[in-house]
């Protein structure tokens, strides 16, 4: 029961070495300070794209950026909204993915076995 084509998304924030020295220095100083100095995070975000065909890792796209962000103590999202610069970062390593997913030739290969057996499909 349902398709054999599986596609995972994985996101993955890991903060650099200076990243975490940065962020831990000017937390301490927002912190001492009530908030009036900012706090610095440099982060690299991760975006890896799997294909899975029968529960068999067909291909894979992986895409890391580098982002540095300030902000204040009080006023911070703690995660629950995405910066703009990485939503954009992300969209355009999606409009990536698909112009690679068109040129693989695996992935060809594979649609070409799948009209064969299944015929096409109307789109």
């Known amino acids: 029961?349902?398709?054999?084509?599986?596609?995972?998304i994985y996101f993955v924030n890991q903060s650099t070495s200076g990243g975490t020295a940065?962020?831990?220095?000017?937390?301490?100083l927002a912190a001492?300070?009530?908030g009036i100095i900012p706090i610095v995070t440099n982060e690299d975000k991760t975006l890896r794209f799997e294909i899975w065909i029968n529960r068999i890792s067909y291909?894979?796209?992986?895409?890391?950026?580098?982002f540095s962000d300030v902000g204040n103590l009080w006023t911070m999202n703690n995660g629950k909204k995405m910066n703009?610069?990485?939503?954009?970062?992300?969209l355009k390593c999606i409009e990536d993915l698909h112009q690679k997913i068109a040129q693989d030739?695996?992935?060809?290969?594979?649609?070409?076995?799948?009209?064969f057996y299944f015929g096409q499909e109307s789109e």
């Open 1 to 8: 029961v349902g398709s054999p084509y599986y596609l995972s």
């Open 22 to 28: 940065a962020t831990t220095t000017s937390g301490l």
């Open 32 to 34: 001492s300070t009530l």
């Open 59 to 66: 291909a894979s796209y992986e895409y890391t950026e580098n």
């Open 84 to 90: 703009p610069e990485v939503l954009q970062w992300a």
């Open 105 to 115: 030739p695996k992935i060809k290969e594979m649609l070409a076995e799948h009209a």
